[in-house]
């Protein structure tokens, strides 16, 4: 099975940037190539929101939430199988614990959390 670790959150003010990453082991001869991999956030109270997704060894197979369109990006790190999320401009309603989460096949690959096998423990995120 793949394991998934996110590290990168923090406390940050308004306006500034973050960079989170999470660390992907398992997968055999460590090819993440044909991959779904996402960013997800959750806040207290409130249901699980898709944040960014992409497809590895696609170009331009990334895809964003309204919320975050023009503000994040996430990106494949392939030579330290690593799964990026570069967050900028960020906002109050950025507070949350983002998770990552993986599959073996990018059929159908989107931002619901369903469709996911593998995911991490969470690193919380916290905008004042």
């Known amino acids: 099975d793949v394991q998934l670790v996110e590290s990168g959150g923090g406390s940050v003010l308004a306006g500034g940037s973050l960079r989170l990453s999470c660390a992907a082991s398992?997968?055999?001869?460590?090819?993440?190539?044909?991959?779904?991999m996402g960013w997800f956030r959750q806040t207290p109270g409130k249901e699980r929101e898709g944040v960014a997704r992409m497809m590895t060894g696609y170009s331009n197979g990334e895809f964003y939430a309204d919320s975050v369109q023009g503000r994040f990006t996430i990106w494949w790190d392939n030579a330290k199988t690593t799964l990026r999320l570069e967050m900028s401009s960020l906002k109050v309603e950025d507070t949350a614990m983002y998770f990552c989460?993986?599959?073996?096949?990018?059929w159908g690959c989107g931002l619901g959390g369903n469709q996911y096998h593998f995911w991490g423990q969470g690193t919380q995120v916290t905008v004042s």
């Open positions: 989460a993986a599959r073996s096949s990018t």
């Open positions: 398992g997968a055999a001869n460590r090819d993440y190539r044909g991959y779904c």
